[in-house]
């Protein structure tokens, strides 16, 4: 499973970086055009509410798990990338950490 969650880590890093780099291109970076588009219409503020309920309910579980990876490498990742890389990361990491 350790392969399977490295690279769906790398994939989840890659594909929202297609999307936001395209993005990117055509508004330019700024945060604020950002939120805009996030929440231009209910589906894309419903995607968005999901991903940021998601991201909590996994850093709560990151924290609950004193034996686990420390959290802070991974809400780096889920701030800066994106859940779709954070949580494989994590899981890859938790996986390497009890095989060794």
């Not at 991201?55 to 034996?67: D, E, G, K």
């Amino acid at each position: 499973m350790k392969t399977v969650y490295l690279v769906l880590a790398i994939t989840g890093a890659v594909v929202p970086f297609v999307f936001f780099s395209s993005f990117v291109d055509v508004h330019g970076f700024g945060f604020n055009a950002f939120m805009a588009a996030v929440f231009e219409n209910d589906a894309a503020a419903g995607v968005f509410a999901d991903l940021q309920l998601s991201s909590f309910v996994f850093w709560l579980y990151m924290f609950s798990r004193p034996a686990a990876p420390k959290p802070w490498l991974f809400i780096a990742i889920n701030l800066l990338i994106g859940l779709s890389c954070a949580l494989p990361a994590y899981l890859y990491a938790d996986a390497r950490s009890r095989s060794i």
